[in-house]
């Protein structure tokens, strides 16, 4: 299997070639990282969601709203 190709673009010149596997190791390695940290971030979202959903459920059984305890 080819590896995928790389452009170098310095100054006029342009050249493309395939990447060596050392920059494929890099390059799948920073895939890799930002998938976790994609990953991270949605897991980070869905549970800041769920904490404000359980706040909002424990303010209305106290007959409160979020506007009234954002008044005080």
Do not use: C
């Amino acid at each position: 299997m080819t590896n995928p190709m790389v452009r170098i673009i310095d100054g006029d010149a342009v050249t493309d070639r395939e990447m060596t596997d050392t920059e494929l190791q890099a390059y799948n390695g920073d895939i890799e990282t930002a998938t976790i940290k994609a990953a991270a971030q949605a897991a980070t979202v869905k549970s800041q969601a769920a904490a404000k959903k359980s706040a909002e459920k424990k303010l209305a059984a106290l007959g409160l709203t979020a506007d009234e305890i954002a008044a005080l």
